[in-house]
């Protein structure tokens, strides 16, 4: 018996051979094929070869296909599809979709990003699973390794060419009190904001927004160059506690514009524009570069940037 040794069939063979059995003649293949004559009568010996088989014989009326060519046509167009189906891009069908994504970020992006986001995804592919984790140290490199799928954070990667970012928006700063605040009484100068204890939100025991990879916060570098100080009396890890705390002492916490006025909603505080130029910082998501072409990935990140460009 014949043997074929499948590591030296050329693919393109057998879509000669499907074209050369359905037109029982070599010009007529050559041309729906757009090769020379000469060509495709090679093509055809090296499958003659392969198959050990004549495939196409001369008869007064033209080529007749032999027994074993008839028998190769029956599969030779199934096989032919099921190679075209395993190499064409899926098909992402948003409702029938299904799984899970892991997302590291802080309170702020489930705060401030995650609702809309995830109302949405409820009506458009509801049977995806969310499941949210903290931004910790070794975060960008649980995305590297694969424990994270995406990350909502401020901090783009850094010296890595196989990590992703994204800018989502850019984010402000505002400074919160609970509305009967005496510093609300006055013209709020830089000297009111440092004669009043302050709050501090911090992730894993670092400042939040310390761009810099600073073991200070923004607000603390930016003031340090002016040569003051504040006092942080409270150091907290969430945003949503801290706002509560907030609403019931005489703490100053300066935060992220967004999540400020959404706790503004709910809260007993006030909001007002810190007397110091902080600037602004990019919140950004960031994943993989393995996940660049994953279907429901894309649909996922491109739905996360239409929904918080409406923030």
Known sequence: MHEINTKEIDLNLLVILKTLLEESNVTKASEKLHLSQSATSHALKRLRKMFNDPLLVRSPTGMIATPRALALRESLESILLNIEILIQEPEFIPEKAQGRIRIATSDYATTVILPPV?????????????????????????????????GLGVLAPYNTDDLRSETLFSESYVSIVRKTHPILQENI???????????????????????????????????????????????????????????????????????????????????????????????????????????????????????????
């Open 118 to 150: 995830l109302k949405e995804l409820a009506q458009k592919s509801p049977n995806i699973d969310i499941e949210c984790y903290g931004w910790y140290n070794d975060t960008f490199e649980r995305i590297k390794n694969g424990e994270i799928d995406l």
């Open 189 to 311: 100068t830089l000297d009111a904001y440092l004669n009043w204890p302050h709050a501090l939100i911090t992730i894993t025991g670092s400042p939040i927004l310390s761009i810099k990879n600073s073991s200070q916060s923004h607000v603390d570098r930016l003031l340090e160059e002016l040569g003051v100080k504040r006092r942080v009396m409270l150091k907290l890890p969430h945003f949503l506690s801290a706002a509560l705390i907030i609403s019931e002492t005489d703490l100053i916490l300066t935060l992220p514009r967004r999540i400020a006025l959404l706790f503004a909603n709910f809260t007993n505080i006030s909001l007002f524009n810190p007397p110091i130029a902080l600037g602004e910082y990019n919140y950004m998501q960031i994943w993989h570069q393995r996940c660049d072409h994953v279907p429901f990935q894309i649909w996922l990140r491109n739905l996360i940037k239409t929904e918080t460009e409406k923030i």
